[in-house]
């Protein structure tokens, strides 16, 4: 590998790391608190609030420069996660153009969405603070339901799509690494295909397995730790390999 090259590689799995922890960190501002219903009378018999670790719940205790610092934090990120698809194309370069572009275009795709998505939870967790604070005025108060509930389904409508890509990349991507054409090792690939250590995160967080601070800070993260899992590794293996980002 050149050192050009080289430096591309490493420079983009950087970025890509950078990216996952700064929406690893702004996960915790949005989501990391632990919250007792009973704390909040006015916001009890809502479907949205009633489920267990309901981050719109957790929400609401939080100030709004908090919100809006954990909303944007991971919404200015996105361009280093843009980055990462980039990186992980190289790794997958050796095997082509046919099999490396396709799951790295879908992968950008995926991460690209996410701003849309972590960004929207600001509104969101807004809506329900003024929920609470006019509990008094039942037609406010329905009016104001029915805009978070428009939110959330927003929301909601680009998690979708962005499941979805993220989903086929990861396919593309084990399947291209156990051909063992790329610069990656065939034993790599569950790890740097993301939606195995994002599925494997989100079910650590969503367990008792964690201690009790950690769990609440962390259940609403197991997307974006999983895709540090996976970036941190895809750095660490092309760093010195020269056949990444070759055809």
Not at 40 to 63: C, I, N, T, Y
Not at 208 to 224: E, K, T
């Amino acid at each position: 590998m050149n050192m050009r090259r080289r430096t591309v590689v490493r420079a983009t799995g950087i970025a890509g790391i950078a990216a996952a922890a700064a929406y690893t960190v702004s996960d915790v501002l949005l989501l990391g608190r632990r919250t007792d219903p009973e704390q909040h009378p006015a916001l009890r018999g809502l479907e949205q609030v009633d489920k267990p670790l309901m981050p719109l719940l957790s929400m609401v205790p939080a100030s709004t420069r908090q919100l809006a610092t954990g909303a944007l934090l991971g919404v200015y990120a996105t361009p280093f996660y843009l980055a990462a698809a980039w990186h992980i194309h190289h790794g997958l370069a050796p095997a082509g153009p046919r099999r490396a572009l396709p799951p790295a275009l879908l992968l950008a795709a995926g991460l690209a969405l996410t701003s849309f998505a972590h960004g929207s939870f600001f509104p969101i967790g807004r809506a329900y603070q003024d929920l609470e604070v006019l509990d008094g005025d039942p037609v406010v108060r329905q009016r104001l339901l029915a805009t978070a509930k428009v939110f959330e389904q927003a929301t909601v409508s680009a998690y979708i799509p962005l499941g979805a890509t993220t989903a086929a990349a990861s396919v593309l991507i084990l399947d291209t690494i156990r051909r063992g054409e790329t610069a990656y090792p065939r034993w790599s690939a569950p790890v740097i295909a993301p939606l195995i250590p994002i599925t494997a995160a989100t079910a650590l967080t969503a367990t008792r397995i964690l201690p009790g601070r950690a769990r609440y800070a962390l259940h609403g993260a197991g997307v974006n730790l999983g895709t540090l899992v996976s970036l941190t590794a895809s750095t660490l293996l092309l760093w010195r390999n020269r056949k990444a980002g070759t055809a």
